[in-house]
């Protein structure tokens, strides 16, 4: 017990630490997104498990030699009323962790699901009223504004891409495909359930930098794949020139959106587009998945064995 | 076949240039005559009524109910709902990029140089 909890230690350790920073250093994610997308993902969870396993573990430890002996023992004693012997002040803090973590976690999950509904009624309520489905743009709702804006609100139920006219009138009808290919590939692959859950551990774990981090790389893995999916229905040049414009304001005044500190993404996004990279090799890919679950197995294994 | 959302835009837009309070009868009367369709002149008044309630809980419209019949009125301006919605897109509150996703967000001026860089220095690969 005290063994696997100690493993899971390290293992929770190297999650928070170093696995996380050096994904985010890595090259090879801006050639495979989606594997890389699997692989923060595997972090994510094996990261939560582990630390939650090391604590349980621990804090059993005391009671009994296995998980499953020292749970009955646990709550046998608990339900009458008594504390079981060989539960020290540290075992129950590391129970007490353990119960506030998922708690927490947990609590950070729902907050941020139902901040995150209650603003998209909002939004699509306004946009309802404040934009019309052009003939010109099939599929996406345009809205009187001078700046080139693009952006679509997902959602379980219902959907929409709104373009302002600024954008209509500054890119080229290939450009404008390519936006859409864009934010129907957002919309369609359901990338806002992986930004939110990223979304929520970073709101959960605000002290923590490596979480911020993790919610930074997946938001430009995101839009990774969404380049991909626009470049093979239009093409690379009409995608970069749509980037830039929109970016850079499309010659309109770039006051609007400057106040906006989201991590750099264009640079890193033109970069990629403009220069051919081999996607990984299928065998690269291939490992890659493996190790993923395995991770995520990992700390199941050792509950389990512990 | 005009939806519901089509209905709320166009009750919206007559509200919003209206320089005083309607009534729901005039209201309808003023869509009616507006609109180039036989749809609209189909349109029941328990439909605008309908309408109405719909924008009014969801704060677009307020209702004065001193004065017989009911009067309507926008809120607030045009401009004000959409300095609101781009507010919330552009990402200028703290809940930014949660419920929507952004093509790219407008960048710095320093920024803007280094993508112009990028894309004069290099040549797009063929295709």
């Known amino acids: 017990m005290v063994l696997a909890s100690a493993l899971l230690a390290i293992l929770a350790f190297a999650l928070a630490w170093p696995a996380p920073i050096l994904l985010a250093r890595a090259a090879w994610p801006s050639r ?27 804090g059993l430890s005391g009671v009994a030699d296995t998980l499953t002996a020292g749970l009955t023992r646990l709550t046998e004693s608990v339900a009458t009323g008594g504390s079981p012997a060989g539960l020290g002040a540290l075992h129950i803090f590391a129970l007490c962790c353990a119960v506030l973590f998922s708690g927490h976690l947990m609590l950070s999950v729902l907050t941020t699901v139902i901040r995150t509904e209650r603003e998209r009624r909002r ?18 709702r345009v809205m009187e504004y001078p700046a080139p804006v693009a952006y679509c609100l997902p959602g379980a139920f219902r959907t929409a ?11 080229s009808p290939d450009e404008l495909a390519a936006v859409l290919a864009h934010e129907r590939a957002h919309l369609t692959q359901q990338h806002h359930l992986l930004l939110l859950a990223f979304r929520a551990w970073r709101k959960a774990l605000p002290w923590f930098p490596i979480a911020t981090r993790a919610s930074d790389a997946v938001g430009l893995l995101v839009e990774m794949l969404a380049d991909d999916a626009a470049r093979s229905e239009s093409s690379a040049e009409s995608l970069v020139s749509a980037i830039v414009t929109v970016a850079t304001g499309g010659g309109s005044s770039p006051d609007v959106g400057v106040a ?47 | 076949m ?16 209206s320089p005083e309070p309607l009534s729901a009868g005039d209201l309808r009367d003023r869509l009616v005559s507006s609109a180039a369709g036989a749809t609209r002149r189909q349109l029941a008044a328990t439909t605008v009524l309908t309408v109405l309630s719909r924008l009014e809980s969801k704060g677009f419209v307020s209702r004065n109910r001193m004065h017989r019949p009911h009067l309507y009125e926008a809120v607030t301006t045009r401009a ?4 609101e919605l781009m507010h919330e897109v552009l990402g200028a509150s703290q809940d930014r990029e949660a419920a929507l996703a952004r093509f790219i967000g407008q960048v710095s001026p320093s920024e803007a140089e280094t993508l112009r860089a990028l894309l004069s220095s290099t040549t797009l690969p063929a295709k």
């Open chain 1, 260 to 306: 906006d500190a989201t991590p750099e993404s264009a640079a890193p996004r033109v970069t990629r587009l403009l220069t051919e990279h081999p996607p990984l090799p299928s065998a690269t890919v291939a490992a890659v998945l493996m190790s993923a679950v395995v991770l995520v197995l990992v700390p199941p294994a050792l509950l389990l064995a512990a």
């Open chain 2, 80 to 83: 004000d709902h959409t300095a």
């Open chain 1, 123 to 140: 939004q699509h309520d306004l946009v309802t009223l404040l934009s019309a489905p052009a003939s010109t743009v099939p599929g996406a």
């Open chain 1, 161 to 171: 891409t709104v373009l302002t006219d600024g954008l209509v009138k500054a890119l």
């Open chain 1, 32 to 58: 495979a997104p989606a594997v890389a997308l699997v692989v923060w993902q595997a972090i994510a969870i094996a990261g939560v498990l582990s630390t939650l396993g090391s604590l349980i573990t621990f």
């Open chain 2, 2 to 17: 005009a939806t519901l959302g089509d209905l709320e835009r166009s009750v919206m837009d007559v509200l919003w240039t």
